[in-house]
């Protein structure tokens, strides 16, 4: 599977965002799909995970409330909606997945070190 993400950029507190995920070379309904983030000099951070239907999400404290995952099976296509966007979200933001039918919960129990999949980032900078 290849994951491709887009859609960064440099907006101002306060402003929304929405990042892009786009697969290809498998059948995108079969994965959980999910975001992670890096700041420069800071560990690789769990975003938000989405499960195969879309029915089921999961969000880190950091970003609850402001952030929304969501996916387009028909499109093959997972999308983070980012709002009220604060300095501290400045990372470059990564699409992932685990292995094929694996739940949400290897987002949630295993981190970054369960994932199989990563597209290259995108950056998001928070800057007035």
């Known amino acids: 599977v290849q994951l491709q993400a887009f859609g960064g950029g440099l907006v101002q507190p306060g402003g929304s965002l929405r990042l892009s995920c786009a697969a290809s070379?498998?059948?995108?309904?079969?994965?959980?799909m999910g975001w992670f983030r890096q700041a420069p000099g800071k560990e690789r951070e769990f975003v938000a995970t989405?499960?195969?239907?879309?029915?089921?999400?999961y969000y880190a404290d950091s970003v609850k409330g402001r952030f929304t995952i969501s996916r387009d099976n028909a499109k093959n296509t997972v999308y983070l909606q980012m709002n009220s966007l604060k300095p501290e979200d400045t990372a470059v933001y990564y699409c992932?997945?685990?292995?094929?039918?694996?739940?949400?919960?290897?987002?949630?129990?295993?981190?970054?070190?369960?994932?199989?999949?990563w597209g290259k980032g995108t950056q998001v900078t928070v800057s007035s």
């Open positions: 989405i499960s195969w239907s879309g029915g089921s999400t």
């Open positions: 992932a997945a685990p292995k094929e039918f694996e739940s949400i919960g290897t987002f949630i129990k295993q981190n970054y070190y369960g994932m199989e999949y």
């Open positions: 070379g498998g059948t995108f309904s079969n994965y959980a």
